[in-house]
């Protein structure tokens, strides 16, 4: 059953049907959340809060988008709440909860470790629009119509967006090295 299907069937009061939903979606959108708020528990109450709200909403969605970017739309409008309410609040940094696989390497490891650490620091410097689409696009895997949608944007200023994005992170990278 497609989406589409299923939030018909919920705007039928099928609450088995928004279940579906939530197990297609609650993945993704919990990984895009923590991505931008990089505190895990923060994270799982926000997704919690998506959810209820997108089930409390669902029948004033009208499919001018897909289920899928609607709830991306509301998940950033729940992180900006978030931020705005947390305003001096220290995060906790994802490289200090993510779990690494041990290597026959320790050295490999801390390597790894040294470059995706650079990698989220150099994501997080990027220009707010711009951070939004290299999330949408690299690790929610969105397409630039479907990141255009999200965000409110046009579909070409998703990718120029994400064009502008990889070369101020080429150019961070190359600076580095140096």
Known sequence: MTDDQLVERVKKGDTKAFEELVIRHQKSIYYFV????????????????????AYQNIKGFRA???????????????????????????????????????KADPEEDVSDRERLSYLQKAVERLPYKQRMVV???????LSF????????????????????????LKNWIKTEKR
Do not use: M
Request: proline share 1%; charged share 25%.
């Open 34 to 53: 923590l991505r931008l708020l990089k505190n895990p528990l923060d994270a799982e109450d926000t997704v919690q809060r998506i959810f209820l709200l």
């Open 135 to 141: 999330t949408l696009r690299i690790y929610q895997e």
């Open 64 to 102: 001018d988008s897909t289920f899928k970017t609607w709830i991306y739309r509301i998940g950033i409008n729940q992180c900006h709440n978030y931020f705005r309410q947390n305003k001096n609040r220290e995060f906790i940094s994802v490289d200090n909860i993510l779990v690494t696989d041990s």
């Open 145 to 168: 119509e479907e990141i255009g949608t999200t965000l409110n944007i046009g579909t070409n200023s998703a990718k120029v967006n994400f064009h502008h994005a990889l070369e101020k």
